[in-house]
């Protein structure tokens, strides 16, 4: 049942967000069908106005073309009444005539002249008739055969106006012949069909043009006119279209003058191209003269003007935007729910996927924390408990929550390792490591009612690490108890070790002393003298002895006996061990050193361990040497950094091999140098031990000019100088 209404909800739920989608794309082809119907709509009307202004433009080009060609024959016409008025026709009253028609700048008119008909017979009496009226230059030329000659008298240019050639038989155009001998008859002007200017015949073929000629009867006046010639006009038949329809039309007309010749066949007289391609198209017919000319027109609707605008494709442009914006918007608002709701969705798993991952992180870090044997404290900032483990609270023996720095001391029952001082706040590690300090190893004894008998403890502090996003500091600590009583009772052990290993040692040491003594005061002889040779031998194997168990009790507490630090002065100690080292020597004996001792100042160390250190490397110094020459020794001090000062033993010795150095601090290491000396190959380590455990360091270089140089690193003493003698060396280095 839960699961049918979950189903049915689905459905709903997923035909609510199809509708988005749907209503957006209904309103899509909506807007796009309205905005094609009003795109279309326009440009329907568009094309009517197109047709519309092409059909006037024809109308006007027609117009203009029938008005021009009817203007030429009207003006030719008037011309050849005036010419056929004169009895007495003469070149200049020629020129007057015409002077008209080149004043009414006739497009494409090329040459007017006056015509007049001759038998082949009379060609010489024609010419001197004419010769007689002013006809200058005119050579009338007989064709050969017996047709009649069409000679022209009179001549103008119409482009220049400059005289032209007379004496041209235009019969030798069948074109113009034809319209002058139908103007003949028929009394009124004609217009030829088309054909090349016999004036044009000697130019390039790119240069001539279809031509035509214009050709006006000039009849005498009155009741009986006789004929007298013709008046013809030729025309360039391009250059009249050109001029007349650019003008017609503005440039925006293709334009094609067609003339129906007397075959009724169609030529070209012109043509004429404007820019675009034509989509538009018109041919109108008008009557010129007796023959029948069409003009054709064409344009491109792009360049008419008024016949189309930019209109529909802005419409439809702007139509498709705004429904695809207004779809767009229907579809976001329709869908924006759902893509809320999914992103919350998704968001609301990753959030659980990072809480569940920091869960896991959690439990691991408490069970990390919980199995660990080593007692751990988090606090913050101001010293307040953050975190800490189940160890921390079983070591301590109470929980972490004292409030604050101050009272840790007091509720925690914190001392120093005598048991007696309490541990001053400020040196404590959380306290150190919130000042930015690392520390460690630092011992405190913890007493309180849970741990009445208390425990010692070692604890590291550390600043906490800036991941943590806050400042705070982290403190680990272990029980030592148990360690600093193994150690003890080691230290005891090692005492009780010595002092009964030592002790038959001294008695054999006084029975040998004994034995020379009784021996010195028998009677000198060979046996006596053997004997008190071997008592002396067992003597110094028996201080052999005592100095290796001393050395190594010293290794044994160099490393584990607790430090005892003190204020040191340096220069009497030093005195005191170079003392102990040769106060068996006399001055002038051989063997005895030469010792320079610098200003030494005082240091905080344990005096004893340090004495261990002294010893070893003075007693080196001596030991160290040619056979048979005397040691020299330079103790001195330097400053090394603040708070500590590092102390030099140089000698002239023998030197070390550069190969040992790095080994001649290591247990029982010894340098092949070193063959024939005694030793054991401890006493550097000691020395490396002692100085380490005060926070110095130990090393070895060569002396610049021969022997060895040893420097190490001690910190100063921050306390004035305690008045005690220092003791005698506890431990003689074996020489
Ligand atoms: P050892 O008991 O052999 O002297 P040490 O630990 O004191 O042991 O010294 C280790 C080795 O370092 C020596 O065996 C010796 O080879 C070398 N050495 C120490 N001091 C000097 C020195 N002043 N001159 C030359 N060699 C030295």
Redesign the pocket.
Known sequence: MRRGTRDVAAGGCRRARLLGPVLALLLLIAGVAITGFIAAGLRSTQRADADRVMDQRTAVARAAVLAETGRYQALLQAVAAGAGTDDRFTAADFQSATAPLRAAGLPGATRVAYVVPTAPEKIAATQAFWRGRGATGLQLVPRGDPEEHLFSIFAREMETDGPATAGVDVAASAEATAALNEARRTGRATVSDTYVLLRDRGLPAPRQQLSFVFAAPVYTPGGDPRFRGWIVLGMHGQDFLGSVLSLASQGHLDGALLATDGDGRRVVVAAYTARGTVDLRREAGFPVANRHWTLITGANSAYLPGARTSLPAIVLGGGLTVSLMFAGLVYVLATGRYRARDQVRVATAELREAEAEARRQAGLLGAIMASLGDGVGVVDGNGAFLLHNPAAKALLGMELDADGPDRWQQHYGLFRPDGRTPFPVEEMPLLRALHGESSDGVEMLVRNPSRPDGILISVDGRPLDPSAGQPGAVAVFHDITELRRYENDLAVFAGVVAHDLKAPLAVIRGHCETADDELADAPAGPAVAEARATLTRIGYAVDRMAGLID?LLAYTTSRDAPLRRHTVALGPLVADVIHGRTAHLRPGDTGAPDVYVGPLPSVDADPDMLRHVLD??I???V??VQPGRGARIDVTAAEAGEGWTRIE?A?R????PDE?KPD??ESF??????AG???????????RRVVERHGGAIG?TDNLGG??R?HFTLPLATEPEPAIEPEPAAVE??V
């Open positions: 050395t070893n490397l007693g080196n110094a030991k160290y033993v000698d010795g023998i030197g070390i040992d001649i601090f290491h010894r340098a092949h140098t070193a000396y005694a030793g054991t190959g401890l006493g550097l380590a000691i020395c070895v022997g060895t040893f280095q074996s």
